[in-house]
């Protein structure tokens, strides 16, 4: 198992985050996962860099494992994402993994194209997938058409390794789904029991040897108070159901959705936390259960003292496993 950090392009600027992976390759942390927002969650985050650009940087200025989670088929064309990946692993041979995603329209409507219902954003992501996997592989022009158009496309600059595609579920339905088509699955942290059916949905469908990734939310702080205070300033607007937040339009929207959680809504669905111990069982059963990545994001502002935290008190006790 790996345990990597979260990128966070939402909350902290692209410099600031740049600045932060390389103390967390310092600290111990083995890969990153980059977000890929043009919004941020809420105003008060206030960051939309450009992750893209970023992760060459970001590749070049250190050794770590990169993935991004990115929605391909609306704000960005199937192909352009295809031409970015096989780009990062020319230059950073298989140190790329791609998470894929249907998106929220938080992101997606600066098109101004029509945002599809669930069912259609799923099958537009599971063709995107598709043509990016021939572009990457097959050597003549490319020619397609069904949710989007491709028109004599060809990457000259092909990956030295395919990337391994995880396809990102929230729920049962969609982990059973994926498990067709994807390469291995990401999800987020839930209680264990709810962990357990994403597992086995994933797992007993055709995903029975294919890799699995966890994105987990904690809030570490010196204190339990500054911990809670900080996950409710910034990921407020982010626990509620995906078939909700997916169809919200701007952070404004989604500040005033937060404004209705409580404090303790949150401890549900962040890890609150000043004790080493907390971290290091939640971390181990993650191993445990099959996840072969868990990409921790902390989601207060303290990101230096977190990494120096579980550099010290948290990562030398999983690797001794």
Same mark, same amino acid.
């Given at each position: 198992?790996?345990t990597?950090?979260?990128?966070?392009?939402?909350?902290?600027?692209?410099s600031?985050?740049l600045?932060?992976?390389?103390?967390?390759?310092?600290?111990?942390?083995?890969?990153?996962?980059?977000?890929?927002?043009?919004?941020?969650?809420?105003?008060?985050?206030g960051?939309?860099?450009?992750?893209?650009?970023?992760?060459?940087?970001?590749m070049?200025?250190?050794s770590l494992e990169?993935?991004? $989670?990115?929605?391909?088929?609306?704000?960005?064309h199937?192909?352009?994402?295809?031409?970015? $990946?096989?780009?990062?692993?020319?230059m950073?041979?298989?140190?790329?993994?791609l998470?894929?995603?249907?998106?929220?329209?938080?992101?997606?409507?600066?098109?101004?194209?029509q945002?599809?219902?669930?069912?259609?954003?799923n099958?537009r992501l599971?063709?995107?997938?598709?043509?990016?996997?021939?572009?990457?592989?097959?050597?003549?022009y490319?020619?397609h058409?069904?949710?989007?158009?491709?028109?004599?496309?060809?990457?000259?600059?092909?990956?030295?390794?395919?990337?391994t595609?995880?396809?990102a579920?929230i729920?049962?339905?969609t982990?059973?789904?994926?498990?067709?088509?994807?390469?291995?699955?990401?999800?987020?942290s839930?209680?264990?029991e709810?962990?357990e059916?994403?597992?086995k949905?994933?797992?007993?469908a055709?995903g029975?040897?294919?890799?699995?990734?966890?994105?987990?939310?904690?809030?570490?702080?010196?204190?339990?108070?500054?911990a809670?205070d900080?996950?409710?300033?910034?990921?407020?607007?982010?626990?509620?159901p995906?078939?909700?937040i997916?169809?919200?339009?701007s952070p404004?929207?989604?500040?005033?959705?937060?404004?209705?959680?409580?404090?303790?809504?949150?401890?549900?669905h962040?890890?609150?936390?000043?004790?080493?111990?907390?971290f290091?069982?939640?971390?181990?059963?993650?191993?445990?259960?099959?996840f072969e990545?868990?990409i921790?994001?902390?989601?207060?502002?303290q990101?230096?003292d977190?990494?120096?935290f579980?550099?010290?008190? $948290?990562?030398?006790?999983?690797?001794q496993?």
């Amino acid at each position: 198992m790996k345990t990597g950090f979260h990128a966070s392009h939402e909350q902290f600027t692209p410099s600031h985050l740049l600045q932060l992976v390389q103390q967390a390759e310092k600290a111990g942390f083995q890969a990153v996962l980059s977000s890929d927002h043009f919004h941020p969650w809420s105003d008060i985050q206030g960051e939309s860099g450009f992750a893209w650009s970023w992760l060459g940087a970001a590749m070049q200025a250190t050794s770590l494992e990169y993935g991004i $989670v990115n929605a391909p088929g609306q704000r960005y064309h199937p192909t352009i994402i295809a031409q970015a $990946v096989a780009t990062l692993d020319e230059m950073f041979p298989g140190r790329f993994f791609l998470c894929s995603g249907s998106g929220q329209l938080l992101n997606e409507n600066i098109t101004g194209e029509q945002w599809p219902a669930k069912r259609d954003r799923n099958k537009r992501l599971q063709e995107s997938v598709e043509v990016m996997r021939r572009l990457w592989q097959e050597e003549d022009y490319l020619n397609h058409k069904g949710m989007f158009t491709v028109e004599r496309a060809k990457l000259f600059t092909k990956p030295t390794h395919i990337p391994t595609v995880y396809g990102a579920a929230i729920t049962e339905k969609t982990a059973a789904w994926l498990s067709s088509w994807a390469d291995g699955m990401i999800t987020i942290s839930k209680p264990v029991e709810e962990l357990e059916k994403m597992v086995k949905a994933f797992r007993g469908a055709e995903g029975d040897n294919k890799p699995m990734a966890l994105k987990v939310q904690i809030s570490y702080a010196s204190t339990r108070e500054k911990a809670l205070d900080g996950a409710w300033e910034q990921w407020k607007n982010n626990i509620y159901p995906s078939k909700l937040i997916a169809d919200i339009d701007s952070p404004e929207k989604f500040d005033a959705l937060g404004m209705n959680t409580r404090k303790e809504d949150l401890e549900k669905h962040v890890i609150i936390g000043t004790d080493a111990e907390i971290f290091i069982e939640k971390i181990k059963k993650y191993g445990e259960m099959g996840f072969e990545k868990v990409i921790i994001h902390n989601v207060n502002k303290q990101q230096e003292d977190f990494i120096d935290f579980f550099g010290k008190e $948290v990562l030398p006790n999983l690797q001794q496993q």
